[in-house]
């Protein structure tokens, strides 16, 4: 009976010293989430790099007439390079994920500029 409770004492000390490590950065850490992609114009040019690889790029333009995007692609080593018309108004240009929701309204943001 002894070697049972024994047993079971040394299981519940060793996942209490398993389970936290092994949950680390969830629910919001930030200390291991990947950092973000980086952007950049270069006249028209916008230039991404640290993009996710293995999943859908879509590239969206907002300024003053309102937004546009359309899908590029995936991505193999994490850049991506698209040509662009003079802005004319301020400019937001974003590499962004798949969207869902009413309208593709959703979608998660990898790099602004």
């Not at 060793?14 to 952007?39: E, H, I």
Request: aromatic fraction near 8%; proline fraction near 6%.
């Amino acid at each position: 009976m002894h070697r049972k409770t024994a047993l079971a004492g040394v299981s519940v000390a060793l996942l209490a010293f398993a389970v936290p490590p092994a949950l680390a950065g969830r629910g919001g850490s930030k200390g291991n989430d990947p950092a973000p992609a980086s952007c950049r114009v270069d006249g028209n040019m916008v230039e991404a790099s640290g993009l996710p690889t293995g999943q859908v790029i879509n590239f969206m333009i907002t300024d003053a007439s309102g937004s546009d995007g359309w899908v590029l692609g995936y991505t193999t080593d994490g850049t991506w390079n698209v040509m662009v018309t003079a802005a004319t108004s301020p400019t937001t240009y974003q590499f962004i994920s798949q969207t869902w929701g009413p309208n593709g309204s959703k979608y998660s943001v990898f790099a602004t500029c």
